[in-house]
């Protein structure tokens, strides 16, 4: 492959502009691509050595080469790096002779046979960790505490769904979930989170993860604009990139995210996509009048609000804050939850709740994309739920994680109290420390990754430059492992380069 030089003197980046400066090098790449100044094959520089040429964060290149990469414009292959496709969009409909008869390597062809929508989902690999592991690390996030999850009984109630094949639950009864496990999701979600639906409205999806892809399929036509939270949730990001959305970051401070600069960037969203009870990975919980703003806005502009209220279960002090959906005057918001959170990851169920007049065309379409989990399952989380253990699990893990919280933030006013600070927010499972200006989050994630300590840097989930931090989680991890794990980062932090708080 040759190794082309990048014309960078053409690109100029304006911090000023209103658009982000990830959609300014998008834009200024793909210019080059289509006026052939950058070849088929042509080989990009790394996204660390980009961000450092034109003096921007690396996740800005990043986001700018996945969007290109979803688009069909780049192609990449871990270790090879990132080249000029050999195909570009805009010639496919009409395939040259010269791009037919070139031999390319086998691992382009590979990505060459796939789709646009394929390329776009199969590019979130650049991004998107993976869980591996049978055991939880500490600090890694996303995690419940599953040692604690009663699993005799579960498995009793899954048994008692699975003994009997005249139940109903061996067919193809359960498009869109079970009667009695929507019917117990709508009353959950009314009481707990103040949601206003009906069980007919709620459509059982497996994981939150399959009711991102399919509202962004639903709701989304290729190069729609979406604004979604910057920092914020990589499987959001992936599930809107791969339906071929327009992604537009908009920052996120102490009360959520920044509704009047998600305007000046682009007044009609097609979609928005929030964590309103506490921001994915900041923690802040969205203020009510940023709350009633977006509602406003979103209602103006007819744009989809699709509220993610993944981990809205676990607040440690005061009162919850009610959904938005539940403020929701226009039936703008689409409502997501999940029991991977409350229960266990591997259980696949979430949901969606949609307004009436989405039900029919969302109950088509998931039958169509078998994002459905099985039937059994379903039955048992609905005995579960109606026969009050999940209100008792979620009230016994609730003091379970605060205590594991504490425990951690202990660790954070002390030992590493010199490079990290909590950001302000409370609740959930995991929580977001700041490190010093200049810090250099991912390399001290590497290190405490090769130490066996899972931090999450948060530049990880930036699409723009921003203050460097760790996540960390602490509910999967009892507090002695905790404080050892602390303990051992204070030890890596201590003998790195990174600059302390002054
Ligand atoms: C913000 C957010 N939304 C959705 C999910 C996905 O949940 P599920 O495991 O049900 O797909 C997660 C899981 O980490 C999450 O953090």
Redesign the pocket.
Known sequence: MPATPLPLGTIALDTDAASPLYRQLYDALREAILAGRLGPGARLPSSRLLASELGVGRNTVLAAYEQLSAEGYLEGQVGAGTVVAATLPDSLLELDRQARSAKPKAANANMRRLSKRGQALSATRRTMPGYTRAQARPFQ??LPGVDEFPAMLWSRLLARHSRDTRNGLFGYETGIGTEALREAIAAYAGAARGVACTRDQVIV????????DLAARMLLDPGDPVWVEDPG?L??RGALLGAGAAIFPVPVDEEGIHVATGIERQASPRLIYV?PSHQ?PLGATLSLPRRLALLDHARQCGAWLLE?D??SEYRYQGRPIASLQGLDKADTVIY?G????TLF?A????YLIVPEALVEAFAAAIRITGHVPPAAVQAALADFIAEGHYGAHVRRMRAIYAARRACLMESLDNELAPWLRAAPGEGGLQLAAFLPDGADDRAIAAAAMEAGIHVTPLSLYRLEAGRPGLYMGYAAIPEPALKRAARDLAGILAASSCPTHS
């Open positions: 996030h996303g999806t497996a994981g939150a993860q399959a009711a991102l949730y499987g959001a964590t994915f993610d993944y981990d997501m999940t029991f991977a959170k990851p259980i696949r169920i979430g």
